[in-house]
């Protein structure tokens, strides 16, 4: 007896041969996935950081599509009320400095608040001026969620108990090369040995 699919002119077409096809397909299928994920990966960086956001930083200066151009950069997206992830990568982040030596000075990073209503520009110098090269990022809220769509990011108002509220948030550092081309992003609580070893690439240009 043959199954749906298994004749051939009324002809019983071999099961194994069925398999074969079914084989063949799959791994046609795995080929031009294969072939086809890069150019969908390059697409997916090349929109990383893409849109009209105007911000102002602690520094003085302005964070735009354009200002990710000219150094590399680490775009790191949180806010000065966060328990943990926050104060935590930003003391990774002394770790790379460290580990990276002179070539620290070449990465300049961007902490760009997701709650602006209460993140002034003051709170972040106070929040990030302790961190070489690094800039606290805020602005209208209009203009934070445009910057938080151009990043893909992740950001959303929890209420708490007491009648306050926190932000969930993605908690991944955006790496940038002195292009304003998205690089690698580098995980929360990454390896640090690997964290450097993709800074130092992206400063190297490979």
Same mark, same amino acid.
């Given at each position: %007896?043959?199954g749906?699919?298994?004749t051939?002119g009324g002809?019983?077409?071999?099961?194994?041969?069925v398999?074969?096809?079914?084989?063949?397909?799959?791994?046609l299928?795995?080929?031009?996935?294969?072939?086809?994920?890069?150019?969908?990966?390059n697409? !997916?960086?090349?929109?990383?950081?893409?849109?009209?956001?105007r911000?102002?930083?602690?520094? +003085?200066?302005e964070?735009?599509?354009?200002?990710?151009?000219?150094?590399?950069?680490a775009?790191f997206? +949180?806010?000065?009320?966060?328990?943990?992830v926050?104060?935590?990568?930003?003391g990774?982040?002394?770790?790379?400095?460290?580990?990276?030596?002179?070539?620290?000075?070449?990465?300049r990073i961007?902490f760009?608040?997701?709650?602006?209503?209460? #993140?002034?520009?003051d709170?972040?110098? #106070?929040y990030?001026?302790?961190?070489p090269?690094?800039?606290?990022?805020? +602005?209208?809220?209009?203009?934070i969620?445009?910057a !938080?769509?151009?990043?893909h990011?992740?950001?959303?108002?929890?209420?708490?108990? #007491?009648?306050?509220?926190?932000?969930?948030?993605?908690?991944?550092?955006l790496?940038?090369d002195?292009? +304003?081309?998205?690089?690698?992003? !580098?995980g929360?609580q990454?390896?640090?040995?690997r964290?450097v070893?993709?800074?130092r690439? %992206?400063?190297?240009?490979t």
């Amino acid at each position: %007896m043959t199954g749906p699919g298994d004749t051939n002119g009324g002809r019983a077409v071999p099961r194994p041969l069925v398999w074969a096809l079914g084989a063949s397909v799959l791994a046609l299928l795995g080929l031009l996935a294969a072939l086809l994920w890069p150019l969908l990966t390059n697409k !997916i960086a090349d929109d990383f950081g893409r849109g009209d956001y105007r911000l102002e930083t602690t520094l +003085g200066g302005e964070f735009s599509q354009a200002a990710l151009k000219g150094q590399a950069s680490a775009v790191f997206f +949180g806010f000065t009320h966060c328990p943990d992830v926050c104060p935590t990568t930003l003391g990774e982040m002394t770790v790379w400095q460290d580990a990276l030596g002179e070539q620290a000075k070449d990465l300049r990073i961007f902490f760009v608040t997701v709650d602006p209503e209460r #993140d002034t520009l003051d709170q972040l110098r #106070d929040y990030v001026g302790w961190l070489p090269n690094a800039a606290g990022v805020s +602005g209208p809220r209009s203009e934070i969620d445009k910057a !938080i769509a151009a990043f893909h990011i992740y950001a959303r108002k929890v209420p708490t108990s #007491d009648g306050s509220y926190t932000m969930d948030h993605s908690a991944y550092v955006l790496l940038f090369d002195a292009n +304003g081309h998205f690089f690698e992003p !580098i995980g929360y609580q990454e390896d640090p040995e690997r964290a450097v070893e993709k800074i130092r690439r %992206m400063l190297k240009g490979t």
